[in-house]
DNA sequence: GCTTAGCACTCTCGCGAGGAGAGTGCTAAC
DNA sequence: GTTAGCACTCTCCTCGCGAGAGTGCTAAGC
């Protein structure tokens, strides 16, 4: 019945039955490629290293700890598993992640519950920004992680008004409107006082002459006009040209990203000290970081994942970040996700994350 | 130079020299309260429980530590100290802050660094937002604890002008301006498409029907004016009152509270504890007991502080607030200030407190 | 009557020993 | 190729012990 939300990772779901995986330490076999799997899930679970014993209970093959160990020995070979200590069980490695996301994981659908939660929180409701606040909030209270969702830049944005408010002295409030309800505003500082009608007249002036425009062509046109036809301008055109100059600077930053339940991430025992924890939420609050990290993900198809140091932020070297694009008539509008430990379940994060962004879109696209 | 910049706290500030103050468990006398001095002051610089020998030592009185003993014992029996364990030193209870800060505090001027930088920071830019943003970082940044900036309601702002913008279908966007440049927006759901003429003509008839009025009167005026004159009014008038109506309410919620440096906090060992600091965190992002704290500071009149539980949220009970109101021509604007961990350095925090208010006011004020 | 030295006592903290438990690698037998 | 057995290793918990800091109380001193 709602078929349409189980993500299609077909191609890279299935654990394969009999062919080999080329790894960086040569070939693994199906046997092997089993246990990592199985080791990899009690991980997830428990959070523990497992041990030979643990594993062959929950392979469910029948074999002794002494041949699991064996396979283990290999699979620490091959750097996919190492132990924290001499006689300790085994733990994923980056890689044993990469290839089990890669190549094991089995992705279920989503609990009904889950499905539901997420679909009415998301439910159309004519506001964007809050929209894409709740998508926030639900990512972070269904994965019980942090979820993000970042606007982009809305380069294809189209002009619609531009209104001047008069306050006092010569400051002029600049409001710019954009897209669908989207407002960005400014004050101005002028040279000269401008009376409210003419104020008026500049913003008919440049409403008329921009509305429906994309937003990147108003800009080129108005250094272009500005440059070329300075002289010959009335005056009072000239200088509202500037100030609609100016108020597109500020809508030209807008591009940001809404972070919600950081604290989640206070709970897992593997980021639980004090300098991870603050190194990492002034990465939340800077944001700069998440931004960037986010951008690279924007050209990708389907669910993105980085595992640990593959982020390339030394501060994020023991967490996860699974993201994906929504998008609208095939035109990516931004990028959602979850950040959460390095260890976390990502055969329920996953779809999370997919059916998120689906809705989100689905939701976004309801207003006309 | 900046005389005028120091905090007059001279009714509390004084350590009175021969007068007993009564505190809840009788009187107590001089020499005491030079010890609790010594004792909070020590015990504020290294945080350790403060032993007879070590305030011996510190309150240059050439007494034996068995003679402090005893004076310990007295202070412990006001309530003013306490021992974490039977045979250690004491330290400050919450009663014990309290006498300490109302009567015994000799206030300091502040280092003429931190003043250069809270100069600088706040110099006038003509952005009310970016001041009172900047306000909270440096409160932060100075005192390395979390910096809260209070923007309260403006109940006395002005109604300065109200634009329609219509979107796509029967979509209209509401922009209200007040004050100094506030933009309130909302989208709004009409029953009737609207064109863009009259949005214009709506908007026209309200800005001259109430600009300049104070936004409460502009308030109470719609909904009389709705009841009353509901059936004589033109059709679209009343639509475009109803309009103004529905982004006025969200204008009503802006009241609202700046934090930064939160981070601040995880470096003190006494609040270090993942609960503590998750339940401080999630009352961050929420704000609203904050705001309610805060609210109850805007009537006082000077700095005020709250000391452990006396704010009386349970997550409070190892912070202490410091804040104090910024005003313009009397008239307070909103509450500012710090808060950290009990043992704070309340000598050097009042002052960077107080400080920090006047100067964003100041700068607040120069916009005319 | 305040001050002080002395003393027994208490509590924390750090250290090392010791034992339980979990898990390993290796070897040899199946 | 698989398995049982075995010696070994490493963590973790507990316990005991001693050092150190600080206390309260008592009795003597000014």
Redesign the pocket.
């Known amino acids: 019945m709602c078929g349409h939300l189980f993500i299609d990772v077909s191609e890279q779901t299935r654990a394969n039955d009999s062919r080999r995986i080329p790894t960086k330490a040569g070939e693994i076999n199906e046997?092997a490629l089993h246990f990592l799997k199985a080791l990899i899930e009690r991980h997830i679970r428990d959070g523990?290293?497992?041990?030979?014993?643990?594993?062959?209970k929950d392979a469910g093959l029948?074999?002794?700890?002494?041949?699991?160990?064996?396979?283990?020995?290999d699979l620490?070979d091959m750097g996919l598993v190492s132990?924290?200590?001499?006689?300790?069980?085994?733990v994923p490695t980056v890689s044993g992640y990469r290839l089990f996301v890669d190549s094991l994981l089995t992705v279920s659908p989503m609990e009904q519950d889950d499905v539901n939660v997420l679909r009415s929180g998301l439910e159309f409701n004519g506001d964007p920004k809050a929209l894409i606040e709740t998508a926030s909030r639900l990512l972070s209270g269904v994965t019980h992680m942090a979820g993000l969702v970042m606007v982009p830049r809305h380069e294809r944005d189209v002009f619609r008004q531009i209104e001047f408010v008069s306050l006092s002295g010569t400051r002029v409030l600049a409001i710019l409107v954009t897209g669908e309800g989207e407002v960005h505003n400014r004050v101005i500082y002028t040279d000269k006082a401008c009376s409210p009608a003419q104020l008026q007249q500049a913003s008919n002036f440049l409403t008329e002459m921009f509305t429906g425009q994309d937003i990147n062509t108003v800009r080129r046109r108005l250094v272009d006009d500005l440059k070329r036809t300075h002289r010959h301008m009335d005056q009072l055109m000239a200088r509202a040209m500037e100030m609609a100059q100016r108020v597109m600077e500020t809508a030209e930053h807008r591009d940001d990203v809404l972070i919600a339940g950081q604290t989640n991430l206070m709970e897992f025992e593997e980021l639980a000290t004090m300098e991870r924890l603050k190194s990492l939420f002034d990465a939340f609050t800077e944001k700069r970081q998440i931004l960037d990290l986010l951008d690279r993900c924007i050209e990708a198809d389907g669910v993105q994942i980085f595992i640990g140091y593959e982020s390339g932020y030394e501060l994020l070297d023991d967490c996860s970040l699974v993201t994906t694009t929504y998008r609208v008539e095939n035109e990516v509008l931004g990028v959602l996700g979850v950040i959460g430990p390095t260890r976390m379940d990502y055969q329920r994060v996953i779809p999370v994350v997919d059916v998120t962004a689906k809705l989100l879109a689905a939701a976004l696209r309801q207003q006309p």
């Open positions: 046997r523990q290293p497992v041990g030979s014993r643990t594993l062959a029948d074999l002794s700890p002494a041949t699991v160990r064996n396979v283990m020995a620490e132990s924290p200590h001499t006689s300790s069980g085994r």
